[in-house]
């Protein structure tokens, strides 16, 4: 089976207004620019987006933001884009903000089809206000659900046209969680190579998991903050 989309416009003609759709990446590291790019181009709307941060202003989510196409994200840490803030101070962008760990874990637990799960994070805080708590050897925890999405849009490194997938160092990061947690994931690859030319030992998302691959036409790869000395 050949999963390969001749474009990111073509992976993205595949998305509704009002879809929700996982982004993987770290900051701006490992984040699916191409494909990310290509529906702001193509302006679909009221988008939930599922994504650790919303990049900066000018890049990454930002720019979705700043087009005014996104409803509602559901996010770990926001602190790098001022048109976020300015949106969600003004009652014009609705946000669930979610502790890291618990993040991830409802992200897994979505992808391995969990119901939920307990986690002492957050509990007695407004956060776990209406939800069910228990105590586990003395210590009381809250429930989670799980997230899932509509739809996943990773960045790995490299990709087979049955949708197997490496990634690249710490672009790894939400990657391959959320490839597992959605509908229908769309990959988008640096290499597109034949089935076989991937070292099975290397594989780290099994093409079972996504729907669509594309290989990204270009990449900016932008450092969040440069540090030097």
């Not at 990446?25 to 290509?38: H, K, Q, S, T, Y």
């Not at 202003?57 to 700043?66: A, P, S, T, W």
């Not at 659900?145 to 490496?166: C, Y």
């Amino acid at each position: 089976m050949n999963k390969v989309l001749p474009n990111e416009d073509a992976a993205i003609a595949l998305i509704p207004d009002g879809a929700t759709i996982m982004m993987g990446g770290f900051g701006l590291c490992g984040i699916p620019e191409n494909l990310i790019r290509a529906l702001r181009e193509r302006g679909t709307k009221d988008l939930t987006i599922v994504s650790n941060n919303a990049g900066v202003d000018e890049f990454g989510i930002g720019m979705l933001l700043r087009s005014r196409q996104v409803k509602k994200m559901i996010a770990t840490y926001v602190g790098e884009n001022k048109e976020f803030e300015r949106q969600f101070l003004n009652g014009e962008l609705e946000v669930e903000l979610v502790p890291q760990g618990t993040f991830s874990e409802r992200i897994r637990a979505a992808g391995a089809g969990i119901g939920g799960f307990f986690t002492p994070t957050a509990y007695g805080t407004i956060v776990a206000e209406g939800r069910e708590s228990r105590v586990f050897n003395g210590k009381p925890y809250v429930l989670e659900p799980p997230l899932a999405a509509d739809f996943a849009f990773v960045k790995a490194w490299k990709g087979d046209r049955l949708g197997n997938l490496v990634y690249r160092r710490t672009a790894r990061n939400f990657n391959p969680i959320m490839a597992t947690a959605a509908q229908h994931t769309i990959a988008e690859v640096e290499h597109l190579v034949e089935p076989g030319d991937i070292d099975p030992d290397h594989v780290v998302t099994p093409g079972i998991f996504v729907r669509h691959i594309v290989r990204g036409s270009r990449y900016e790869k932008r450092i969040e903050k440069r540090t030097t000395r």
